[in-house]
């Protein structure tokens, strides 16, 4: 049985507490929150309730933790787990900025110490799939993708005041998760163009961008996202994988190679019969089906095997600061009005805000 703990109930973290508690392998040690809630959670679910996650992590010494905190307390609370010796799963974004993923990575990697980051798509059906055609070979090599996250959240969304203003938009709340799938699926990101807009909820912040993406092997990709558009093209729909969201089937993300394109979620691999064909034949199309697993489930139990030292985690800390450099590359690209490279974003950690 692996032993963990949580750190941060709130809205995510009670996700989590839930899905250890119904996993075989794993039980849950304890959690850590001082809320009210996240103390009448612990009494309901039977496990011991901390107010400081430093003492819990002394007195219980659990295999790992699962890190749920606001995103600045990601950085203090990985770095307190990592001292440790305790493997933590750390909810997306990695660090608030570049310069605290840097400190999680330097630590990480120095004690030998695992990090997951908890960009969940990648475990989940539709994307593990696309990845093992992309790597068999089945697309060729990649040429150009696009995708879309387009979906309307309520007003009282935004009862939140920290939503409204700068780092509380699209770009870090969600464009974070489709920039981890398409360095993921298409590889490093090398520079980004982008526009935003406010135009419609009128915040400080942006609802909606759209964005232009050169990849280092020489593909390219656009993105549109908004979280003031009515649309079924979201991962969060056509997935049928979110928490929080009706099952939309239907395709957000198209990738195209010089063999064959392919269309995520509903999964339609296109190629020619034959491979001598070319844009005046016709198309054949084949649907890969999903293995009917659970994203989340898929990801908690990765995260055990990484806990006990059996696999190296899946997106790690240099990783999933990579994605967050891209994605503040974004918001960058747009307030500069110039094209961002990722290098220049994790060369100068501390200005990438
Ligand atoms: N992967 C996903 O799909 C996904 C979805 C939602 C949120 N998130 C991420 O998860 C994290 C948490 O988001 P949320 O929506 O659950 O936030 P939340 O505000 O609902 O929960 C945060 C919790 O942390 C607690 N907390 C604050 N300071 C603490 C401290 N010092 N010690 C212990 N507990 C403390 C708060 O009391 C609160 O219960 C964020 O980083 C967010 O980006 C990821």
């Not at 163009?193 to 232009?212: C, K, L, M, P």
């Not at 195209?256 to 054949?284: C, F, I, N």
């Not at 009917?292 to 790690?316: C, K, M, W």
């Amino acid at each position: 049985m692996t032993r963990l703990v949580l750190l941060g109930a709130g809205l995510i973290g009670r996700e989590h507490a839930d899905l250890v508690m119904g996993h075989p392998d794993a039980s849950l040690a304890g959690l850590a929150d001082p809320s009210p809630e996240a103390e009448r959670l612990a009494e309901r679910l039977g496990v011991a309730h901390y107010a400081d996650y430093a003492s819990m992590l002394d007195e219980i010494r659990p295999d790992g933790a699962i890190v749920a905190l606001p995103n600045r307390l990601h950085a203090p609370a990985a770095l307190a787990c990592i001292e440790r010796g305790i493997a933590c799963l750390i909810e997306k974004p990695i660090a608030g900025d570049v310069a605290d993923a840097a400190r999680i990575v330097q630590g990480s990697e120095r004690a030998g110490v695992p990090v997951l980051v908890g960009h969940q798509r990648r475990h989940s059906p539709d994307i593990r799939a696309a990845k093992r055609a992309i790597e068999a070979g089945e697309l060729g090599d990649l040429v150009a993708v696009s995708g879309m996250t387009l979906f309307d959240k309520p007003a009282n969304y935004f009862d939140a005041q920290w939503r409204t203003r700068a780092g509380g938009g699209v770009l870090l709340i969600n464009l974070i998760h489709d920039i981890d799938v398409l360095r993921h699926l298409v590889g490093e990101i090398e520079s980004v163009r982008a526009f935003t807009s406010n135009a419609h909820r009128g915040f400080e912040v942006e609802d909606t961008a759209s964005i232009a993406i050169r990849f280092a092997n020489g593909a390219l990709g656009t993105f549109v996202i908004s979280d003031n558009a009515v649309s079924p093209w979201a991962w969060e729909y056509t997935s049928g994988q979110a928490l929080y969201h009706p099952v939309q089937p239907g395709p957000s993300l198209f990738l195209s190679g010089r063999k064959g394109a392919l269309s995520v979620s509903d999964m339609y691999l296109w190629r020619h019969a034959r491979e001598t064909d070319h844009w005046q034949d016709p198309l054949v199309r084949e649907h890969r089906a999903g293995d009917g697993s659970r994203t989340y489930v898929n990801q908690l139990e990765h995260f055990i095997a990484v806990a006990r030292r059996e696999v190296d985690p899946l997106i790690d800390a240099r990783d999933g600061m990579a994605t967050l450099a891209a994605t503040l590359a974004v918001a960058r690209a747009a307030r500069e009005d110039r094209t961002v490279t990722l290098s220049e974003m994790l060369a100068r950690p501390a200005e990438a805000a």
